[in-house]
Each structure stands twice: as C-alpha cells, then as structure tokens.
C-alpha cells in the first residue's frame, strides 16, 4: 500500500523548533523527489522545502532559508523538516509529498505531486 504519513507538528511558542517526520510506505525512496507543503487557513498550498532524487540537492522557499532544513534517510524510507525559528506566520497545515519535481525558484508545485500525505497541524504562538 503506497502511503505517506506526516508527524510531529504541534503548539509552539515563537522562536521554537520542530522536527517534522513523513514516512513512505510501499516505495523505494532513493527514487522519488520529496517535498513538503504547508497551507494555512484561507490561503493556497506553497512549496515550503524540497529535496532531489539524483544528488540530494535541496530547495526552500524564501520565507524559511536558513531556518528549515530538510533531509532524508532512505533506509528509514522517512524525510524529515528541520524547523528552527519558528514564526507565528509559520502555522499551517504541512504536507509531504513524492513523484513531483523540485524547482529552483517556487520549490515545488502542488499540482506536479501525485502522492500526499494526510498532513500535520503547526502553529506557532506569539
């Protein structure tokens, strides 16, 4: 069964952290490119990070550079997000996904993504 299943969101205060966690089951890893997305109440899904299939190469929107970090362990068939820093504006709902393309300039988009996991809830406390 092909599944992604996102953890470790939660209520946290600004300035905090979080490590998201989005497991795959039924798929080889190694041979998809993985992002995260996140939408918040009233507004549209945006790419928050991606990394590559062919050389883990890693993407992130402006807004999170230098506080997010994405990473995966492809044995553990899990990707993980780094979250550092964290600003009220960071709430949302966030999303892993595979099979879709990392993208330099907008990181990914929703619609190139054809497997998603049910998400995790961030907010984040001012």
């Known amino acids: 069964q092909l599944q992604l299943v996102e953890s470790g969101g939660g209520l946290v205060q600004a300035g905090g952290s979080l490590r998201l966690s989005c497991v795959a089951s039924?798929?080889?890893?190694?041979?998809?490119?993985i992002a995260w997305f996140r939408q918040a109440p009233g507004k549209e899904r945006e790419g928050v990070s991606c990394i590559s299939s062919n050389d883990g190469t890693t993407y992130y929107a402006d807004s999170v550079r230098g506080r997010f970090t994405i990473s995966r362990d492809n044995p553990k068939s899990t990707v993980y997000l780094q979250m550092n820093s964290l600003k009220p504006e960071d709430t949302a709902s966030y999303y892993c996904?595979?099979?879709?393309?990392?993208?330099?300039?907008?990181?990914?988009?929703?619609?190139?993504?054809?497997?998603w996991g049910r998400g995790t809830q961030v907010t984040v406390s001012s």
């Open positions: 996904a595979l099979n879709g393309v990392c993208r330099r300039t907008v990181v990914a988009r929703p619609y190139e993504y054809d497997y």
């Open positions: 039924g798929f080889t890893l190694e041979h998809y490119s």
